[in-house]
């Protein structure tokens, strides 16, 4: 089956310190869902990519697609501490009717 | 509604009983899902619901678990004898097909 990894698993930065959160796929995909889950909060959306070599910026996050589909990234610019969370992909396959979503990535921002 | 709710917001139920969580997607949505969440891990697929298709009960555990939609309405999951494996958060969300999940704020499951 479809296997969806995340790395890294945890991440802790300084505030103002970049942050990159990869997701990759097994398998090629249709498109690339994003979420954002603050602590003891429940996932809410960020972004979807659906072309080969998409970027999609909102404020400091950047989104890419890789040019492959297979893989995705997000990118932090000067974290802070509002960041602070665990960020999900969920993948989309071509033939599938629903998302796997990765193990997720945790950010800790120390202030 | 203006978005997902879940109920109960809280479940502690004993080892063995049976327990019924429910869903309450946003209007006009067509596909509703529901995952489970433990304790500081991902989000694991349970079940997908779109329009009158059949489900994809791929995700499902085991057969004490089972998960019933009418419609585009309501979704109820029901987990029988439940297991001190079972404690977790139970997750539902709902979209136009394929796109942008949203998701309620769960029901917290915890099995003495």
């Known amino acids: 089956g479809q296997q969806v990894m995340q790395i890294p698993q945890y991440q802790h930065v300084q505030e103002g310190e970049d942050f990159t959160t990869y997701c990759n796929s097994s398998t090629t995909l249709s498109n690339i869902q994003w979420y954002k889950q603050r602590p003891g909060g429940h996932p809410v959306f960020l972004i979807q990519?659906?072309?080969?070599?998409e970027v999609k910026k909102q404020k400091r996050l950047t989104f890419q697609f890789g040019e492959a589909k297979k893989n995705s990234s997000l990118h932090i610019t000067a974290t802070q501490t509002t960041d602070v969370g665990t960020y999900f992909c969920?993948?989309?396959?071509?033939?599938?009717?629903?998302?796997?979503f990765g193990p997720g990535t945790r950010l800790s921002v120390l202030p | 509604g203006a978005g997902v709710s879940q109920s109960p917001s809280n479940k502690v139920t004993e080892k063995g009983k049976d327990v019924e969580l429910r869903c309450d997607p946003i209007s006009g949505h067509t596909a509703l899902y529901w995952y489970r969440q433990r304790l500081g891990q991902g989000l694991e697929f349970l079940i997908y619901f779109q329009g009158n298709s059949a489900p994809d009960k791929s995700g499902l555990p085991s057969d004490r678990f089972s998960a019933e939609r009418t419609g585009e309405s309501v979704s109820t999951l029901t987990i029988q004898r439940t297991q001190q494996e079972d404690s977790a958060v139970y997750l539902c969300a709902s979209s136009h097909a394929l796109r942008t999940q949203y998701f309620g704020p769960g029901t917290r499951l915890l099995v003495l």
């Open positions: 969920a993948a989309g396959t071509p033939y599938g009717q629903n998302f796997v």
């Open positions: 990519l659906v072309k080969s070599g």
